[in-house]
Structure formats: structure tokens, C-alpha cells
């Protein structure tokens, strides 16, 4: 796709969203789930896995340019969005998570599948892609990391843990609104106003149970490390990360290095999710990714 391309497909006011309206029973849970588009011998089906506390709709807003010419696949994981509650700390690891992951993607599609894991998403992603290569055809991780989602700073590193320590979900979720600046104010004037607000709706039906449990995970470093098993990925690797996004910026070269063949796009002026802020920069990228793995 060239750059010309890519300016016009930037989403615009008149935008228009859609829930998923599929369902997935699995392992106790019901997974929301949809996709779009169909496959073609020169395009396999097209998997986007997003972070904690997101949704699929952290995608939406490029579903229908990424659908024109392939199979899109898009869920909610357990805990987030529209997919099950189950208000149970147990249900919510990251083991988990995959498990649900290779079953939609055994039940959707016969077809090794290009996937997209964004921050936790990346996590579960590259563990899927070790455990089960057999359904990876490619990979895109996105601002995430294979070892360590907690940040350099000590300080930082210890309020956080703190905060998960302390969190009682049995009192609801907490405003988290101010942790995302000033991100959110990119997201806020690059997105459509229709856009924002269903991303709160979406966000407040987060299982304050799951933000427990996978906030242990990822920031007290109980999910474990991959990062000795990276040298196992044996399919196209594209690392995509924002400029801005401390600390998971600093680990693309040693992600990039580790995976024979990977690559990394660094997109300039973005945060953690640049397919909010920089959304031609990002489908670029992604573009450029599928063409090389295809």
C-alpha cells in the first residue's frame, strides 16, 4: 500500500462502529468475537489481539480497510468487552487467555492465521505462536515484550506493584482515566467523538477482577518470561512499536535480534497505541508486514 493510499483510508468523523455480534463457547466462558472479509490463496485470515483493559474496538476504526482484500478476525478476550465476567480472579492468566485464543482460532478458520498481539495481547500472541506454531503463519507484536512489562523506574515500578496489591475488585474499577495522558489527548483529536465514547463503555465493562489477576501478571512479572524461547519463533516477525513508549521501546532491538528474521517499525511521536494516534503510520506498517509474510 503506498502513502497515497494510506492518507485516504484515515478514518473520519462519519465513521461508524459495530459490536461483535458472534459467540464463542469456551473453557466455561462465552467469547465475543466477529470477522469480515474472506480469505484468498494470496491472503490468510488476518487475527487482532488487543492489550488489557482493551477490547476489539481498540481495532475498529481500521477493520473495514484491513477486510477489503483479506479475512479479519477481531475478540474480546475473557474479563474485557463484550465476552464473559466471571468475577473470579482464578479465570484470568495469561495461560488462559491462550487457551481461549487457540480455540477461536481452531474454530474460525482450517488456515495458519497472521496475527496481531498489542501489549498483553503481544504476550499472549508470542506464547500462542510458541505453543501451537502450527496456527501462526506470521506475527505482528506491538508495543509489548517477552520479558517484562514493568517500567525501569524503580519508584514507578513499586507504585504500580502497590497499587495492584492494595486494588479490592470487590469495590468496582478504579479511574484510570488519568494514567493514560497524554496519550488520551492524542486518542481524544485523532478519533472519531463516536469512537471515544463507545471506548468508555467499553472500558468500564472491564471485569475488575481480571485487572487484579492480569495486572499481577504483567506488572509484578507473575505470567513468567519467553524471552529464552524467542529464538524458537520461526515465522515473519514485524515489531512495531511507539516512539514514546517507555519501557517497551527500549526492548525492540533485543526483541527484533532474538527472532532470525524479525524486523521493527518505530513509529515517531506515538505512544502505546499508535493505531489510534498515527493510524496511517501504523497500517503501513501492518501492510507492510503482510505483504512481506505473504
Not at 138 to 161: H, K, V, Y
Not at 222 to 247: F, K, M, N, W, Y
Amino acid at each position: 500500500m503506498n502513502d497515497a493510499h494510506a492518507a485516504e483510508d484515515v478514518v473520519t468523523e462519519d465513521w461508524v462502529f459495530e459490536d461483535l455480534h458472534k459467540r464463542l463457547p469456551v473453557h466455561g466462558v462465552e467469547i465475543a468475537w466477529d470477522d469480515w472479509g474472506t480469505s484468498t490463496p494470496d491472503a490468510a485470515p488476518f487475527l487482532l489481539c488487543h492489550g488489557y483493559s482493551g477490547s476489539s474496538h481498540d481495532f475498529a476504526l481500521h477493520i473495514p480497510a484491513l477486510a477489503a482484500d483479506r479475512h479479519v478476525i477481531t475478540l474480546d478476550h475473557r474479563g474485557h468487552g463484550l465476552s464473559t465476567k466471571t468475577h473470579d480472579a482464578a479465570s484470568y492468566t495469561v495461560d488462559q487467555l491462550v487457551a481461549d485464543l487457540a480455540a477461536l482460532i481452531h474454530t474460525t478458520t482450517e488456515d495458519p492465521i497472521h496475527l496481531l498481539g498489542h501489549s498483553m495481547g503481544g504476550r499472549i500472541a508470542l506464547q500462542l505462536t510458541l505453543d501451537h506454531p502450527e496456527l501462526v503463519r506470521s506475527l505482528i507484536l506491538m508495543d509489548t515484550s517477552a520479558w517484562s512489562f514493568q517500567p525501569d523506574d524503580e519508584a514507578i515500578r513499586e507504585m504500580m506493584a502497590s497499587f495492584i496489591d492494595r486494588f479490592d475488585p470487590t469495590r468496582g474499577l478504579p479511574d484510570l482515566t488519568a494514567l493514560g495522558r497524554p496519550e488520551q489527548e492524542l486518542i481524544e483529536q485523532t478519533c472519531p467523538p463516536v469512537w471515544n465514547e463507545r471506548k468508555a463503555e467499553m472500558s468500564a465493562a472491564f471485569d475488575p477482577w481480571a485487572l487484579k489477576a492480569l495486572g499481577e501478571a504483567l506488572f509484578k512479572g507473575t505470567a513468567g518470561s519467553l524471552r529464552d524461547r524467542l529464538p524458537e519463533v520461526h515465522v515473519p516477525v514485524t515489531v512495531i512499536c511507539g516512539e514514546l513508549d517507555q519501557p517497551l521501546v527500549d526492548q525492540v532491538p533485543e526483541l527484533t535480534e532474538a527472532i532470525a528474521g524479525a524486523t521493527s517499525v518505530i513509529i515517531e511521536g506515538a505512544y502505546h497505541s499508535p493505531q489510534l494516534t498515527h493510524q496511517t503510520e501504523w497500517r503501513q506498517a501492518v501492510e507492510d508486514h503482510l505483504a512481506r509474510a505473504r
